[in-house]
T-cell receptor
Framework: DAKTTQPPSMDCAEGRAANLPCNHS???????VYWYRQIHSQGPQYIIH???NNETNEMASLIITEDRKSSTLILPHATLRDTAVYYC???????????FGTGTRLTIIP | DTEVTQTPKHLVMGMTNKKSLKCEQH?????MYWYKQKAKKPPELMFV???????INESVPSRFSPECPNSSLLNLHLHALQPEDSALYLC?????????????FGSGTRLTVV
């Protein structure tokens, strides 16, 4: 799997958009980008995934650059409940694995 | 039902004990997974089951023994564990193992080995 780089921590004011960056400069053409988050003492929660195009669902938007070397997860209106560790993961099918990196600890400030 | 249910939520066991962790889902998912998470670390994959057959064992010590008796149930049998095996054990499932499917995780079993 391609390696991802995320900032270890970020703060965001409540009600503002939280933009979480992820670098995956060695990503190959058939690797997907996944985002999960883990709220303290809970299991990870799937947020969104994409291959080339930008994606949006009820939780977040995923913006993937045209060269696919980086992506941004956007939480449009952050709430205190969005405080969590956010993991960016790239994955190919051949090994069937979902491998977590160290993630970004996002803190929403009241 | 859109949940993965893990029992028990907490478990304390001695190094000579035998215990089992249980994971159940009723979403019709055909892939199930065990992860181990130490404090302040990301989850680490242990086992992958696909259509009730073990497809990946990440070189996990034999004191951890997985079992998938049917498509809804995944067990992790524990025997002769060490204190360093204390961790949060997470179960997950997905529709299949392919790329298009996100994983649904349970809340985990917090295991303490004394």
């Amino acid at each position: 799997d391609a390696k991802t780089t995320q900032p270890p921590s970020m703060d965001c004011a409540e009600g503002r958009a939280a933009n979480l960056p992820c670098n995956h400069s060695t990503i190959s053409g058939n690797e997907y980008v996944y985002w999960y988050r883990q709220i303290h003492s809970q299991g990870p929660q799937y947020i969104i995934h994409g291959l080339k195009n930008n994606e949006t669902n009820e939780m977040a938007s995923l913006i993937i650059t045209e060269d696919r070397k980086s992506s941004t997860l956007i939480l449009p209106h952050a709430t205190l409940r969005d405080t969590a560790v956010y993991y960016c993961i790239v994955r190919i099918d051949i090994n069937e694995k979902l491998t977590f990196g160290t993630g970004t600890r996002l803190t929403i400030i009241p | 039902d859109t949940e993965v249910t893990q029992t028990p939520k907490h478990l304390v066991m001695g190094m000579t004990n035998k215990k089992s962790l249980k994971c159940e889902q009723h979403m019709g998912h055909r892939a199930m997974y065990w992860y181990k998470q130490k404090a302040k670390k990301p989850p680490e994959l242990m086992f992958v089951y696909s259509y009730e057959k073990l497809s990946i064992n990440e070189s996990v010590p034999s004191r951890f023994s997985p079992e998938c008796p049917n498509s809804s149930l995944l067990n992790l049998h524990l025997h002769a564990l060490q204190p360093e095996d204390s961790a949060l054990y997470l179960c997950a499932s997905s529709r299949e193992t392919g790329l298009s499917y996100g994983y649904t995780f349970g809340s985990g079993t917090r295991l303490t080995v004394v």
